[in-house]
T-cell receptor
Framework: GAGVSQSPSNKVTEKGKDVELRCDPI?????LYWYRQSLGQGLEFLIY????????KSGLPSDRFSAERTGGSVSTLTIQRTQQEDSAVYLC???????????FGDGTRLSIL | QKEVEQNSGPLSVPEGAIASLNCTYS??????FFWYRQYSGKSPELIMF????GDKEDGRFTAQLNKASQYVSLLIRDSQPSDSATYLC?????????????FGAGTRLAVHP
């Protein structure tokens, strides 16, 4: 596809369950980013991938959060033992190189009951 | 801690007026600057980028950069109600050991008929 693709678009789950969010970046983009945006708030940086490596994991809020990227393409963000404060929109972005313009997907709206 | 600062707004302008959105950044080494537009419930959309001091025009949008003052602005001419959105400013900055985009919290623009 032409743009960044994220799935699912919406996810509702019970507290304590694990969730996986997927991001398919623009073809050829080496840098991939995950952000979180709570209602009415700015972008909160979570993690950055260059290729399959995550040189910057500084934004992951707790050890319940993990992410991987395979084949220099698709990335998965996993949240274990979800809590209500994890409810947010999770946005993925990709760029040609790490400081080039980032292009965002439509996000996954995660709701924890 | 590298920062990008924006007034949260709302900035309210009448239809047809010029809307002026401002942003300051703390990293004097930043070279690349971006403006994103985010409609409510949608993901950020890149609208302008600027690398050199001075003005860059694209249709109704003009980005202005003053590196000496560490100041970036976005002017929207002939503002339309459809321009009502939150505008995010971003600058590249060396943070967490890597050069990456640092986002401001955004300015909410309201264009009223």
């Amino acid at each position: 596809g032409a743009g960044v693709s994220q799935s699912p678009s919406n996810k509702v789950t019970e507290k304590g369950k694990d969730v996986e969010l997927r991001c398919d970046p623009i073809s050829g983009h080496t840098a991939l980013y995950w952000y979180r945006q709570s209602l009415g708030q700015g972008l909160e940086f979570l993690i950055y991938f260059q290729g399959n490596s995550a040189p910057d994991k500084s934004g992951l809020p707790s050890d319940r959060f993990s992410a991987e990227r395979t084949g220099g393409s698709v990335s998965t963000l996993t949240i274990q033992r979800t809590q209500q404060e994890d409810s947010a929109v999770y946005l993925c972005a990709s760029s040609l190189m790490e400081y080039q313009p980032q292009h965002f997907g439509d996000g996954t709206r995660l709701s924890i009951l | 801690q590298k920062e990008v600062e924006q007034n949260s707004g709302p900035l309210s302008v009448p239809e047809g007026a010029i809307a002026s959105l401002n942003c300051t950044y703390s990293d004097r080494g930043s070279q690349s600057f971006f403006w994103y537009r985010q409609y409510s419930g949608k993901s950020p959309e890149l609208i302008m980028f600027i690398y050199s001091n001075g003005d860059k025009e694209d249709g109704r949008f003009t980005a202005q950069l003053n590196k000496a003052s560490q100041y970036v602005s976005l002017l929207i001419r002939d503002s339309q109600p459809s321009d009502s959105a939150t505008y995010l400013c971003a600058a590249d900055g060396f943070s967490g050991g890597y050069n990456k985009l640092i986002f401001g919290a955004g300015t909410r623009l309201a264009v009223h008929p």
